[in-house]
């Protein structure tokens, strides 16, 4: 049972725009979710969190927003570039649990 | 370079045969994390250790699998008569929790990759 869902597998941006990757979870326990970004052949790197305490965190050209109501969670990339291609996982825990869940992954591909 | 590393980063093996795969965590970190990631999914979480004491253990865990993580430092993870559905991605994270109240980021490793023939 997948409670961490990324529905959109793709998604191609032009350098310059906003990229905004989604997240929903099923799991009303989850209080912490982050961002991580993976290149082929390496393995995921972090990038950006929030706790369920907040609706917003900013990091740079970095934005997540939880909307806990609607069990949904959104990367803002802005502006995209080029090196941001790459697929982007989101996770989520519930604290203080010790398991990672994971969606299945979003391919953004920035174009020059 | 102190992240975390994984030995070897890739490994191709008979089916039957044991493999086994190292992972070396960032040195201050007190816990470590073993995940499985196939194509197309997400990783998924196999165990994780806090210091030398494996605390929890996913049901994707087969008695053919087992972890460990003697000195608390790095760990292995074992998977005995591979079998063509073990080939995947495994991946090591590891992250510090000092007290209870502490969120915490886990770091991954660049994974190993496994091929059962």
């Known amino acids: 049972d997948q409670q961490v869902k990324q529905n959109s597998p793709s998604l191609s941006v032009q350098e310059g725009r906003i990229s905004i990757l989604n997240c929903d979870y099923t799991?009303?326990?989850?209080?912490?979710f982050l961002w991580y970004k993976k290149y082929p052949a390496e393995g995921p790197t972090f990038l950006i969190s929030?706790?369920?305490?907040?609706d917003k965190n900013e990091d740079g050209r970095f934005t997540v927003f939880l909307n806990k109501s609607a069990k949904h969670l959104s990367l803002h990339i802005v502006p995209s570039q080029p090196g941001d291609s790459a697929v982007y996982f989101c996770?989520?825990?519930?604290?203080?649990?010790?398991?990672?869940?994971f969606g299945t992954g979003t391919s953004l591909t920035v174009i020059p | 370079d102190t992240g975390v590393s994984q030995n070897p980063r890739h490994k191709i093996t008979k089916r039957g045969q044991n493999v086994t795969f190292r992972c070396d965590p960032i040195?201050?970190?007190?816990?470590l994390y073993w995940y499985r990631q196939t194509l197309g999914q997400g990783p998924e979480f196999l165990t994780y250790?806090?210091?030398?004491?494996?605390?929890?253990k996913s049901r994707l865990l087969s008695d053919r699998f087992s972890a460990e993580r003697p000195k608390g430092s790095f760990s292995t993870l074992e998977i005995q008569r591979t079998e063509q559905g073990d080939s995947a991605m495994y991946l090591c994270?590891?992250?510090?929790?000092?007290?209870?109240?502490?969120?915490?980021?886990?770091?991954f490793g660049p994974g190993t990759r496994l091929l059962v023939l």
């Open positions: 040195s201050e970190h007190n816990r």
């Open positions: 250790f806090q210091n030398e004491a494996q605390l929890e």
């Open positions: 996770a989520a825990s519930d604290f203080p649990g010790n398991q990672f869940y």
């Open positions: 799991n009303s326990m989850f209080d912490y």
């Open positions: 929030i706790s369920s305490i907040k």
């Open positions: 994270a590891s992250s510090t929790r000092l007290r209870t109240s502490d969120q915490e980021t886990q770091y």
